[in-house]
């Protein structure tokens, strides 16, 4: 089983696409994977087969909220949630359970589960020193998705850190445009940004700086359900189209459905991310999993990504030299065609190092 209160059909936020690859990855192969949500029901999104949707019950909280109103509702709620955890074990014969984050995967929770459960907890971001004590304390393992994230809690006294990074959500029906196609995205297609509204993702750096960019900038901006404060998401998103409005060949859109993500990424000529941090990047894999070249700057896990590429250097700037270098080596990179073609092989058969079956196994490896 799956914990994460936020997790819904199609959120715009990695860890719940990375929850929902992962179970599909562990449902292709012959196990009975349970997602546990407190999120309201939600239209019908894209299909899970062989996953079980079961509901939490959380009261006096709505989505989207930040940190605080969340901590005080499960910190309250505490037995009734630990109960809930309980009988869903029972009703499905879970043997695992995966907290999916200290917070907002319930890894804090301080009731006990039962004896023969085993229990992991998995940081896609440091967790607050508030929620960390207890979650930790009672993982049986402790899970991250990368390298980065294993250094930076290796001091916290966790001894049983295993990387399983993020898988790709599978979509058969959408394959890397023909080299004809490719060709033509590469001479006049857009340059495209795909992120949940959050301060550290970079968007509005970028839009600042994006006056004089010689081709069509396009990003795709949503709402996650969390957010650093009350609020916040929507100031953001103001001041984004504040500074797009002031640029014509920028062009912002909304949320994206998870089966709208690999064809829009697929039709950019480039895809930057300008995060100053990921844990990961999984907007980034994304992107390479239909071969479109990612121009991003040298932080978290995405030289971990990129490097293995052997385009590296093309491929990512230093953050200090800001958004003006991203749009550089996005520009240089789609002036080289041959360049370009190699990029885009390379990136592909990076991508597909991910398969969700493939990350499955190295799950039931790690909380074995």
């Known amino acids: 089983m799956l914990v994460l209160v936020s997790w819904t059909p199609d959120a715009p936020a990695g860890i719940e696409r990375a929850t929902a690859a992962l179970a599909l990855g562990l449902a292709r192969n012959g196990h009975r994977p349970v997602i546990a949500t407190a999120a309201p029901p939600q239209p019908e999104g894209p299909g899970l087969p062989g996953v079980t949707i079961a509901r939490l019950r959380l009261d006096d909280v709505?989505?989207?909220?930040d940190d605080d109103v969340l901590r005080r509702a499960v910190t309250y709620q505490d037995t009734r949630l630990t109960r809930q955890i309980r009988d869903l074990i029972t009703e499905h014969r879970i043997d695992t359970v995966l907290f999916t984050d200290a917070l907002w995967g319930l890894g804090r929770l301080r009731g006990d589960i039962p004896g023969h459960v085993r229990r992991a907890?998995?940081?896609?971001?440091?967790?607050?020193?508030?929620?960390a004590g207890p979650a930790l304390a009672r993982a049986t393992r402790v899970l991250v998705p990368s390298a980065v994230m294993r250094d930076e809690l290796a001091g916290w006294g966790p001894c049983n850190l295993r990387?399983?990074?993020?898988?790709?959500?599978?979509d058969p029906t959408v394959t890397p445009p023909a080299p004809k196609l490719r060709e033509q995205l590469r001479r006049s297609g857009p340059v495209r940004v795909l992120a949940r509204l959050g301060?550290?993702?970079?968007?509005?750096?970028?839009?600042?700086?994006?006056?004089?960019?010689?081709?069509?900038?396009?990003?795709?901006?949503a709402e996650a359900g969390f957010e650093d404060s009350t609020g916040s998401q929507s100031a953001l998103l103001h001041a984004c189209r504040k500074a797009a409005a002031r640029t014509p060949n920028v062009r912002l859109r909304g949320t994206l459905a998870w089966d709208e993500v690999l064809p829009w990424l697929a039709g950019a000529a480039v895809v930057i991310v300008p995060s100053h941090k990921e844990t990961f990047g999984l907007v980034a894999l994304e992107a390479m999993s239909v071969d479109t070249p990612v121009v991003a700057y040298r932080v978290g896990n995405l030289p971990a990504l990129i490097v293995p590429t052997g385009h590296g250097d093309h491929l990512l700037v230093d953050h200090d030299e800001g958004p003006t270098a991203l749009h550089k080596a996005a520009?240089?990179?789609?002036?080289?065609?041959?360049?370009?073609?190699?990029?885009t092989q390379t990136v592909y058969r990076r991508a597909a190092q991910f398969e969700p079956r493939r990350i499955a196994d190295f799950f039931m490896e790690a909380v074995s």
């Open 163 to 170: 990387v399983v990074p993020n898988a790709l959500m599978p």
């Open 199 to 221: 301060p550290e993702k970079g968007v509005l750096d970028l839009l600042e700086a994006a006056s004089g960019w010689d081709r069509p900038l396009e990003v795709a901006l």
């Open 331 to 343: 520009r240089t990179l789609l002036e080289d065609d041959i360049l370009y073609a190699a990029t």
């Open 62 to 65: 709505q989505f989207p909220c």
């Open 121 to 131: 907890l998995a940081a896609h971001v440091k967790p607050h020193t508030l929620d």
